[in-house]
């Protein structure tokens, strides 16, 4: 136990797949944890957190939604940290704004103003996304290595439709302004695709490629193969939490991988895993990209090799049933 012990924080959405880790791994370091999660009534989104080390004496579960307006007042009050990880994510909404846009940006802003009401409050860790940063209408030629100060064009998300993307390149230039405007110390935390073994009972968004490329799916449906393991993202929220000379933005990409690569080491790793026999890498950008580690690695973070989280990933969800 280290860091922090005595020191109050609070994760937002902590029953998802990212947050869980999250809390996870702040008790282990000794923090106390005021966690949201919707509904603290559905054993689903709660057993797991309760069952975690330290639970029982550290961790406090509020009821809070992203939509109702001071919903996250109680959640907030006392806290040191702030970790707002909280926002949808599913790739096949049928009212975008309704379901996506909302809850990111003014669910994001809810928590910021709650966040402005309390002094206690020293640092907030955003969850934003390599989504925000990606689509800037920059080439993604071999030769260009992406950046933190690279940002979505919100014009581009929507003229493709991209709304989950939308969604996280409005709430983080929204969280930007507020918090310049009312002089709260924010850092944001730039994932892609996060992989990784699961705590929740249940399977995430961005897991569920997995189970249709075993029962069957040619192909991922994604077209950027770049991965981070979930136990790296928690971990490197806290340490920009920890450490105070964190500032700004931060890619989190452990390792661009080639689909027919994906599942060549999958094949080898799980030989009885049914997996399609041709894989083609046929998006122009899939082998094309690379991604700066320098900012996330001089916060003190490793990144786990690839190898190790996809096959904790399977072994993962074939433990879960899920297969
Ligand atoms: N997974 C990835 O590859 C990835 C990559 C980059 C960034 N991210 C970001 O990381 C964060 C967590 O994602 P995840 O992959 O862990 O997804 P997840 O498991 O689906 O977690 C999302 C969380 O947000 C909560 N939430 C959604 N709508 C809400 C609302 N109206 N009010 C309160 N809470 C709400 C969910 O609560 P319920 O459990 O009640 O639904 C859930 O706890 C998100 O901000 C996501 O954009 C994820």
């Given amino acids: 136990m280290s860091g922090g012990v005595e020191k109050v924080v609070c994760v937002t959405g902590a029953s998802g797949y990212i947050a869980s880790w ?5 008790l282990q370091r000794g923090y106390t944890v005021n966690a949201s999660v919707r ?52 790739f096949s909404a049928n009212d975008p704004q309704a379901e996506l846009i909302e809850p990111a940006v003014k669910g994001t802003l809810n928590v910021l103003r709650s966040c402005a009401k309390f002094s206690s409050v020293k640092r907030v860790v955003l969850t934003s996304s390599m989504a925000a940063v990606i689509y800037s209408g920059k080439p993604l030629t071999p030769d260009v290595v992406v950046d933190e100060t690279w940002i979505s064009d919100p014009a ?30 924010m850092v944001a935390m730039l994932p892609w695709w996060v992989t990784g073994p699961l705590l929740q009972p249940t399977l995430n968004a961005t ?22 393991d979930v136990r790296d993202v928690a971990n490197a929220h806290i340490l920009a939490f920890e450490n105070p000379s964190a500032s700004g933005r931060y890619c989190l990409v452990g390792r661009v ?20 026999e041709k894989c083609g890498d046929d998006h122009p950008f899939a082998s094309s990209c690379k991604v700066s580690r320098e900012r996330a690695e001089g916060l003190g973070l490793n990144f786990t090799p690839v190898e190790e989280t996809l096959k904790d990933t399977f072994e993962s969800l074939r433990a879960r049933n899920f297969f």
């Fill in 39 to 90: 509904d603290p009534n559905d054993p689903k989104k709660t057993e797991h957190l309760l069952m975690l080390d330290g639970a029982k004496e550290r961790l406090h579960l509020f009821k809070a939604d992203l939509l109702e307006e001071g919903s996250f007042d109680s959640l907030v009050d006392g806290c040191e940290g702030v970790f707002h990880t909280a926002s949808p994510v599913d």
């Fill in 257 to 276: 991988l080639q689909f027919s690569e994906f599942v060549k080491l999958i094949r080898d790793l799980f030989p009885d895993i049914n997996l399609p």
């Fill in 207 to 228: 897991l569920e490629p997995f189970l249709k490329l075993v029962k069957g799916a040619e192909s991922l449906p994604f077209i950027y193969p770049a991965w981070v």
């Fill in 22 to 26: 999250l809390v996870k791994l702040l």
């Fill in 156 to 185: 581009i998300c929507e003229k493709s439709k991209l709304w989950y993307v939308l969604s996280k390149t409005l709430a983080e230039k929204a969280a930007w302004e507020f918090s310049k405007e009312n002089g709260i110390d």
